[in-house]
């Protein structure tokens, strides 16, 4: 009885070690399973794929740069905005203004960077203050300062430019852009949102600006009142251009 009454006891203490060496083993239950998948994934984990090789992201790796640039000018990323200004009565200079928001369509479209072009002192957001204000600058020929320039500006040989028709030209800012940035070589289309003088002469001061560019005769231009329905027309524009 002794003997029996000892290997069942022998018998009883490995299947406890057992049961407690399984319960550390992470893959041993649903539950453990469950722990695992429900942690947090962070953007530098790796992830196996279907072909059985480890996809890695690392914090700082340098991803391939676009070679196309969306560069535009947009009142709404010029401007400080009043207390009384309201979408109704000055639709182009509450975010996204005319020009921003065709600028945004083009980007999805060709998956380019995004480049705002910004003047150092931000123009009024009331509409007839800011017309005199830009028939000053024209009338001086001036180059408003911008807040910076596009970096690594080599990496693009494409460059899709976008504005308003102010004065029956571009805003002088564009013309700072053009002569910061040289754009010679690059392949160049315009957008343009307009009054009634649709693009005037400002197709000629881009030429004129930026002589090196080559820059296409299919250009995008729309009324301002309807730069904000214009996503169609701008998806079939691109697709003219391959994109």
């Not at 009885?1 to 319960?23: E, H, Y």
């Not at 083009?106 to 800011?130: A, K, M, N």
């Not at 010679?184 to 001061?205: I, M, R």
Request: aromatic share 10%; hydrophobic share 35%; net charge negative.
């Amino acid at each position: 009885m002794k003997k029996i009454g000892s290997l069942l006891f022998a018998f009883t203490l490995v299947f406890s070690l057992a049961a407690c060496n399984n319960k550390d083993d992470p893959g041993a239950t649903s539950f453990e399973l469950s722990e695992t998948v429900s942690r947090p994934v962070t953007s530098n984990a790796s992830s196996t794929e279907a072909g059985g090789e480890e996809s890695h992201t690392s914090i700082g790796q340098e991803e391939p740069g676009s070679n196309v640039l969306v560069a535009y000018f947009s009142w709404a990323d010029n401007a400080v905005l009043a207390d009384d200004v309201d979408a109704i009565s000055s639709p182009s200079v509450i975010p996204p203004g005319n020009v921003q928001q065709l600028a945004g369509w083009v980007q999805e479209e060709t998956g380019g960077d995004l480049f705002s072009i910004q003047v150092t002192d931000p123009y009024p957001s009331d509409w007839d203050e800011c017309l005199a204000r830009a028939n000053q600058e024209r009338g001086d020929n001036a180059r408003p300062e911008l807040t910076r320039e596009v970096e690594r500006l080599d990496q693009y040989d494409t460059v899709f430019l976008g504005y308003p028709n102010w004065w029956y030209g571009v805003p002088m800012a564009l013309l700072t852009f053009l002569e910061q940035n040289d754009l010679s070589g690059k392949q160049v289309y315009l957008f343009c949102s307009h009054g009634t003088g649709g693009l005037a002469n400002s197709v000629e001061l881009i030429t004129q600006a930026a002589p090196g560019a080559t820059i296409s005769d299919n250009i995008f231009d729309c009324y301002e009142e309807d730069a904000s329905s214009s996503q169609g027309e701008i998806q079939s524009w691109m697709a003219e251009l391959g994109y």
